[in-house]
């Protein structure tokens, strides 16, 4: 199965695909690309997801499915929504 492992940035992102057999999970998808524990550490990961949606590193995969790396937020998105909004918005008379 071929398995695409994405790491986001803040202005750019790391992408790694790698080829793992059927009934494989996504520990076993890290490793094959070489992204230890103690890598993943220094890197601030604290979770993963497939697809968007949060999963553990013993769920299975299929093929195609896509990893993401995730780090800690660095600011609230609603917080940062409100402040694109309010600049956006024209001043009142």
Known sequence: MRIGIV???????EEWAVTVPQGAT???ALV???LTAEWRQ???IDGLALHGVRAESDARLNDGDRIELLR???ADPKDARRKRAAARKPDAP
Not at 7 to 13: K, Q, V
Request: hydrophobic share 45%.
């Open 32 to 34: 094959a690309a070489g």
């Open 42 to 44: 220094g890197q601030g």
């Open 7 to 13: 790491l986001a940035r803040a202005r750019s992102f």
């Open 72 to 74: 800690p937020l660095v």
């Open 26 to 28: 996504i520990d076993d």
